[in-house]
C-alpha cells in the first residue's frame, strides 16, 4: 500500500491566498469604467458627425463647457442641482458622454512589466470573471455599453464623431503643413523610453515635439508608418497627436541635424498612460483592434497611451506610436508571424510549426523603406505583440462598427496620406496605398458584406 504524507495547512498563507483570490474576482470588475450613454438622460439633438474644419472648435468647446460644469461641482453642488443639469443637458444634446472625461485611471505600466502582466497576472484574474466565462462559453459576450439606438457612439474622452468625408485630400495636406516644425529645433530632453531613437525639442514658434528617427538600415520605414498610421486613425475619429515628416536642422547636433524625423506634436498636460483594460466595455476602445489589422499595427498595446489633463479635474484620452504599423517593428523591419500570434507564445507557435503556419514561410521584405507589409490580413485572427485585454471582449457588432470608419476611408484619402509622408522612390509608395486598399477591403468585405449588397455604413 503506497505511503500518503499529509501536509498541515499553515494558517496565514492560506489567509493570504484566499483574500489574494477574493480581491482578484471582485478587482476584475471593478477596474472597468462603465458610462452607459443611455443612462445620461437627453435624447441626442445633433445627428451629424463634426467635420473636420469643426472638430478643433468642437473639441475646444467641450472642455471649455466641461470646465463649467467642474466649477459648479467645484461649489459643492450636485449632478442634480440645476446650474450643472443645464451645462449636463447642453452637452448631451451635443452627444457627448461628458462623464468619460470626468475620470483619471491610475493603472498604466511600463513596457516590458505590462506585456509581462497582460500575459500572466491579468489573465488570470480576468479568468476569475466567471459571469463573463460563461457569457464566451454561451457565445453571448457582453456587448459595449456606451452604444446609442442609431448603433453609433457618442462623443467622449477616446473619440469624436468626425465626419471621415469631410477630409478631404486638401483638408489633410492643410492639417499635416500646419503641424509641420518651422525653423531652427531646439533640444529640451532625450528620448530614454521605448525602442526608437529620438528627443523632444522645439521648433521657433515654441511648440513641443517628439521626433523618431528610422533605423540605420532601415531609412524612412518607421518614420512612415508613424505618420501614416497615426494620421488615419486620427481621421476616422480617436483622439490622435498630428504628425509630420521632417528633416532636422538647427539643432547643432551632428548627430540629428539633416536627419528625416517623423514629428509629433506633443500632448499638453500629459499625466502618464491609460490601460485598455478598465475601458474594455466601450466600444471605440474594443474596435482598436480592427484599426489595428488593417494597419498591422502590432503595438496597440497599452503602454502606448496618452491621459491628457485639460483643465481641473478634466481628462482627454490618446492612443499614440504607430511607428510598428505597416512594415515596420520599430527599430527593424517585422517578419511574418507579428500579428498573427503574440512575440512570446510558447503554446501556439510551436503547433503553428507543426500543422502549418497561416503565414508565409519564405518572404522577403518589400524594400528596406517598406519593411514586410502584406496584403494579407485576416481581422478575426490577427493579434498585437502582447495580449491587449480589450481586445479579448470585442464582439462582432465592435468589429462591424470598426469596419465601417474604415470602410469610408477613400483611396483618395488613403493616397493623401501616403504621399505626405514622402518616400524618395515612388515604387515604395504606390505599394504601401495598393496594400492598405487590399487590406481595407478584407476587412470590409469580411465584415460588411450584407451592407455591400444593398446598405450603406453607418456614418458615426
Known amino acids: 500500500m503506497r505511503d500518503t504524507i499529509s501536509m ?11 483574500l489574494l483570490a477574493a480581491w482578484a474576482v471582485t478587482g476584475c470588475a471593478a477596474a472597468v469604467q462603465c458610462y452607459p450613454y443611455h443612462d445620461l438622460g437627453v435624447a441626442s439633438e445633433a445627428a451629424d458627425s463634426i467635420t473636420a474644419q469643426d472638430r478643433d472648435a468642437f473639441e475646444t468647446w467641450t472642455f471649455e463647457r466641461l470646465a463649467a460644469l467642474e466649477v459648479v461641482f467645484s461649489a459643492g453642488k450636485a449632478q442634480d442641482d440645476p446650474e450643472a443639469v443645464a451645462i449636463e443637458e447642453e452637452l448631451e444634446r451635443a452627444r457627448v458622454d461628458w462623464k468619460t472625461f470626468l475620470v483619471r485611471t491610475v493603472d498604466s505600466f511600463k513596457f516590458p512589466r505590462m506585456a509581462i502582466l497582460n500575459h500572466s497576472w491579468f489573465q488570470w484574474r480576468q479568468l476569475s470573471d466567471l459571469s463573463r466565462d460563461l457569457r464566451l462559453i454561451e457565445g453571448a459576450p457582453l456587448e459595449a455599453d456606451d452604444v446609442q439606438p442609431d448603433g453609433g457612439i457618442p462623443n467622449s474622452a477616446f473619440y469624436t464623431r468626425t465626419d471621415i468625408r469631410s477630409y478631404t485630400p486638401e483638408r489633410i495636406r492643410e492639417e499635416i503643413a500646419a503641424a509641420m516644425p518651422v525653423g531652427n529645433i531646439t533640444i529640451t530632453k532625450e528620448k530614454k523610453d521605448g525602442t526608437s531613437e529620438g528627443f523632444f525639442g522645439k521648433d521657433e514658434r515654441g511648440r513641443t515635439y517628439i521626433f523618431i528617427f528610422d533605423p540605420p538600415f532601415n531609412p524612412e520605414m518607421q518614420t512612415s508608418a508613424e505618420h501614416i498610421g497615426s494620421t488615419l486613425v486620427r481621421i476616422m475619429g480617436w483622439r490622435v497627436p498630428t504628425t509630420a515628416v521632417s528633416t532636422i536642422r538647427g539643432t547643432g547636433n551632428p548627430q540629428y541635424d ?19 483594460r478598465s475601458y474594455r466595455n466601450r466600444r471605440e476602445v474594443r474596435a482598436l483592434l480592427v484599426a489595428g489589422a488593417w494597419l498591422n499595427n502590432v503595438d496597440q498595446s497599452e503602454h502606448n497611451t496618452g491621459t491628457s489633463k485639460q483643465g481641473d479635474g478634466i481628462y482627454a484620452y ?14 527593424r523591419s517585422k517578419w511574418p508571424r507579428l500579428g498573427w500570434q503574440y512575440l512570446w507564445d510558447p503554446l501556439h507557435k510551436p503547433w503553428a510549426e507543426l500543422l502549418g503556419a497561416p503565414w508565409e514561410t519564405t518572404w522577403r521584405m518589400h524594400s ?22 480589450a481586445f479579448e471582449d470585442t464582439t462582432p457588432a465592435d468589429k462591424r462598427w470598426a469596419a465601417e470608419r474604415i470602410a469610408q476611408i477613400s483611396d483618395d484619402q488613403i493616397r493623401t496620406v501616403v504621399e505626405s509622408a514622402h518616400y524618395t522612390y515612388p515604387s515604395d509608395s504606390e505599394y504601401i496605398i495598393a496594400t492598405l486598399i487590399a487590406r481595407r477591403d478584407r476587412i470590409v468585405a469580411r465584415y460588411l458584406a450584407a451592407q455591400a449588397c444593398g446598405g450603406t455604413p453607418e456614418q458615426h
Open 318 to 331: 490618446y492612443v499614440w506610436d504607430y511607428g510598428a504599423s505597416l512594415g515596420s517593428f520599430t527599430f
Open 8 to 18: 498541515p495547512l499553515r494558517p496565514l498563507p492560506t489567509l493570504v491566498a484566499a
Open 368 to 389: 528596406a523603406a517598406v519593411g514586410y507589409f502584406t496584403a494579407d490580413v485576416d481581422p478575426d485572427r490577427w493579434q498585437p505583440f502582447y495580449p491587449n485585454l
Open 258 to 276: 539633416g536627419r528625416r524625423a517623423a514629428a509629433t506634436l506633443a500632448v499638453k498636460g500629459y499625466e502618464g498612460g491609460w490601460t485598455y
